[in-house]
């Protein structure tokens, strides 16, 4: 069965139960407590605890979806038979439907029945209790039922899982085990019974109970297609076969997962930096980098196999983009391997300093088909200290570079090559501020800002909201903001202790990361009486009426409870 048939049997074994479909979320989360976006239940969290109603959104308490996953605790692992960064996670989810009943009734019919995977399940596992939360005897039973005679008892490491971040929905988890082509017994399932939420580690009882269910489709590839490891499945084969025949047979793993997990990460918008997301996707593409400069042929490979399922997925941003980290890779990568071949053995210091210095990430340097085994006894712990160390050290809101063409701006949010693009750019960043203001006075304090991203083009602001917005409100927003700029308010900042700028009511941005000092910047007459107050770092216009006229491009919504809207100014 090839992993396209793998997906259509799971959409219409649970389309004929009753689940309706949702699409996947994007890469980049909307849960502000964790970086990329690691399980499917992620766009779910908020059907599990009440605030959103999935009869309302879906016309069904029961969803599937397949889900774009990465998991950054597995960069080590990559190469081994089952781990990889970037994977599609074939879930089926229940808000107040149904439980642990029909829950695993539903995997072992799919599992083990002829008309669908037709599979033999090696064993299972159920949570053997805690002092805080007892053994899932519920779980075995039901098991029992249904004929399967091996089953396992795990502790909270295995079979409880939750939450993502430092809160959610959690509670213990039931795993389906079944055996590939050599023997092994692979993880293949693993069903999640939501009864509590956590909050810095207290349960609570949660007050819908729920079901949270997760299979890779890579892993569900292996045992199907009765192959050893999930690189020998028709979703990585035609990937490890355009690379160079002679290439170590790990290294070409490597290869075909970070062009997968680079092209998805990508496509829905993450940019090669120094910081969070974007450090993540840099690091996996100098590792590439690393073992070569040229890899169209493996990208257009991803694309011929993930396009027809993911419209989203760019080959041409994904192209120039490494392409541009390449060039930019390419300026220090050879002194830095000069660097590494003199040194003896590398500990967090150095590795640092080889990182800062000539952009080699850590994964390089314990790569040892590069280096050998000098980076033997470093461990990521010590360098990711490190590396922290030195970003509070360099936290400086926004950073101005002098580059070839003249100013370029990069704060991570506002983008500028040059200073046409800069003026552009600074306009389209009040117009923002102008709009998080006019968003609230329509639509109330229940929206609050989940991203922004700044480029000559348009401004593109994420914020959460539960609901449809409609075009006479877009357009009342859109008026709204015009007329401030008809106003011709002065644009100011004042610089303050957080916590007294915290005090001002001044909006900030649960994602960032401020100083002990912050900026806050306002339009009107002064910070008291303004209509807009945001921390910022800045550009902004000094008077409103600089913005032009304001336009609303597009609306939509990215994941549950997110809306996207871009504009521009004229
Ligand atoms: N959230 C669980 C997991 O990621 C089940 O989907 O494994």
């Not at 918008?269 to 910081?275: F, T």
Request: net charge negative; charged share 30%.
């Amino acid at each position: 069965m090839k992993a396209e048939e793998l997906r259509q049997k799971f959409i219409e074994f649970f389309r004929a139960r009753g689940h309706a479909v949702v699409l996947s979320s994007s890469l980049i989360p909307d849960d502000p407590s964790v970086l990329l976006t690691t399980a499917g239940m992620q766009q779910f969290k908020k059907y599990f605890t009440g605030e959103l109603d999935a009869e309302k959104d879906f016309n069904s308490k029961n969803t599937i979806s397949i889900q774009k996953c990465f998991r950054t605790s597995s960069i080590d692992e990559v190469g081994d038979d089952t781990h990889g960064t970037f994977f599609e996670m074939l879930g089926n989810f229940s808000f107040g439907g149904y439980f642990k009943e029909e829950a695993i009734k539903y995997a072992h019919e799919f599992i083990t029945s002829k008309d669908w995977m037709g599979l033999e399940i090696d064993f299972v596992s159920v949570f053997k209790g805690d002092d805080n939360v007892p053994a899932d005897e519920e779980s075995e039973k039901i098991w029992e039922s249904l004929g399967v005679e091996k089953i396992k008892k795990f502790d909270r490491d295995d079979n409880f899982w939750g939450p993502t971040g430092n809160e959610g929905p959690c509670g213990p988890s039931t795993e389906i085990y079944v055996k590939n082509a050599v023997g092994n017994s692979v993880e293949v399932w693993n069903l999640v019974f939501n009864e509590y939420y956590s909050k810095s580690g207290v349960l609570e009882p949660l007050m819908i109970k729920g079901v949270d269910t997760g299979m890779g489709i890579e892993r569900l590839a292996m045992v199907t297609q009765k192959v050893s490891n999930i690189f020998e499945t028709d979703l990585f084969t035609p990937l490890t076969s355009v690379l160079p025949h002679e290439l170590p047979e790990r290294v070409k793993r490597i290869l075909a997962d970070h062009a997968r997990a680079v092209s998805f990460l990508t496509s829905d918008g993450v940019r090669p930096s120094n910081k969070e997301a974007g450090y993540i996707l840099r690091r996996l593409m100098r590792r590439m980098i690393v073992h070569g400069a040229d890899f169209e042929n493996l990208f257009n490979k991803v694309g011929e196999i993930y396009s027809p399922a993911y419209s989203e997925l760019n080959l041409n941003v994904v192209l120039e983009e490494f392409k541009k980290e390449n060039d930019k890779f390419q300026k220090t990568l050879k002194s830095g391997l000069k660097e590494l071949g003199k040194l003896e053995s590398i500990d967090a210091a150095a590795a640092f300093k080889l990182y800062e210095t000539y952009g080699l990430p850590f994964e390089i340097l314990k790569d040892t088909e590069i280096s050998g085994d000098k980076a033997k006894n470093l461990s990521r712990e010590e360098f990711d200290k490190e590396f922290a160390r030195h970003q509070e050290k360099s936290r400086a809101g926004a950073e101005k570079k002098f580059g070839g063409h003249g100013l370029l701006l990069d704060t991570g949010e506002l983008k500028a090559v040059d200073e046409r693009e800069l003026k552009i750019v600074t306009r389209l960043h009040t117009a923002t501020h102008l709009m998080q203001a006019a968003l609230r006075q329509v639509f109330g304090p229940e929206v609050k800002q989940n991203g922004s991203d700044i480029t000559a083009e348009r401004t593109r602001f994420d914020f959460f909201f539960s609901r449809k917005v409609t075009p006479e409100e877009l357009k009342k927003v859109e008026d709204l903001v015009n007329q401030k700029i008809a106003e011709d308010l002065p644009v100011g900042f004042v610089e303050m202790p957080i916590e007294e700028a915290k005090k001002t009511g001044a909006l900030y941005f649960f994602k960032a990361r401020y100083g002990q000092k912050v900026k806050v910047y306002f339009m009107g007459k002064d910070l008291e009486s303004a209509w807009s107050r945001e921390f910022c770092g800045g550009p902004h216009v000094s008077h409103t009426a600089e913005v032009g006229k304001f336009k609303i491009l597009k609306e939509e919504s990215t994941a549950a409870g997110i809306r996207r809207i871009r504009a521009t100014v004229e």
